[in-house]
T-cell receptor, first 113, second 113 residues
Framework: GESVGLHLPTLSVQEGDNSIINCAYSNSASDYFIWYKQESGKGPQFIID?????DKRQGQRVTVLLNKTVKHLSLQIAATQPGDSAVYFCAENLLGSNYKLTFGKGTLLTVNP | NAGVTQTPKFRILKIGQSMTLQCAQDMNHNYMYWYRQDPGMGLKLIYYSVGAGITDKGEVPNGYNVSRSTTEDFPLRLELAAPSQTSVYFC????????????FGQGTRLTVV
């Protein structure tokens, strides 16, 4: 099976709240992780990435946390907006397999006004 | 700046027919990829290319072929369409390998009946 999985297939939040999307990976050799956002009818859009030598990385309104001890990755979105409604995928890059990025199944985030 | 352009956006094929999905990028990226996305699933790599004249198989290459005669273009060929190839196909490109941001096209929705 896939080494990248998501704890929750759907997440519904109120506008203005913070969102947390979780992802688990099983391969301790993975050294690079990416979060993608996919809006309906569109291709995935890069949000943020993190390398395995980091625990945390921040972008604009987004933060990715990496816990290598429990092989867990999370995406935090601050002050969630209706435009954040989309499917979010985490992807895992295995060391030595640069071209075989493994995607999780995705979490559907719905932001209620 | 068009980014990654895929054509067509939609197509219905009969079993046994063939077609070519077109992909072009204008960012002078060396790396290009073809993914398929089945309903409710993540993306699976079909083929990839690290430069003109170089292609290699991804995770699910059976039933597909690719070519990379120029840096800009990376067409995906289906020779004998089967219902199992009903999916949404995404082309992507990046300057180097997956350890940098990749840009996706809008996708081609293919139905084989």
């Amino acid at each position: 099976g896939e080494s990248v999985g998501l704890h929750l297939p759907t997440l519904s939040v109120q506008e203005g709240d913070n969102s947390i999307i979780n992802c688990a990976y099983s391969n301790s050799a993975s050294d690079y992780f990416i979060w993608y956002k996919q809006e309906s009818g569109k291709g995935p859009q890069f949000i943020i990435d993190i390398r395995s030598n980091m625990d945390k990385r921040q972008g604009q309104r987004v933060t990715v946390l990496l816990n290598k001890t429990v092989k867990h990755l999370s995406l935090q979105i601050a002050a969630t907006q209706p435009g954040d409604s989309a499917v979010y995928f985490c992807a895992e890059n295995l060391l030595g397999s640069n071209y075989k990025l493994t995607f999780g199944k995705g979490t559907l985030l719905t932001v209620n006004p | 700046n068009a980014g990654v352009t895929q054509t067509p956006k939609f197509r219905i094929l009969k079993i046994g027919q063939s077609m070519t999905l077109q992909c072009a990028q204008d960012m002078n990226h060396n790396y290009m990829y073809w993914y398929r996305q089945d309903p409710g699933m993540g993306l699976k790599l079909i083929y990839y290319s690290v430069g003109a004249g170089i292609t290699d198989k991804g995770e699910v290459p059976n039933g597909y072929n690719v070519s990379r005669s120029t840096t800009e273009d990376f067409p995906l060929r289906l020779e004998l369409a089967a219902p199992s190839q009903t999916s949404v196909y995404f082309c992507a490109s990046s300057y180097t390998d997956w350890n940098t941001e990749a840009f996706f096209g809008q996708g081609t929705r293919l139905t084989v009946v």
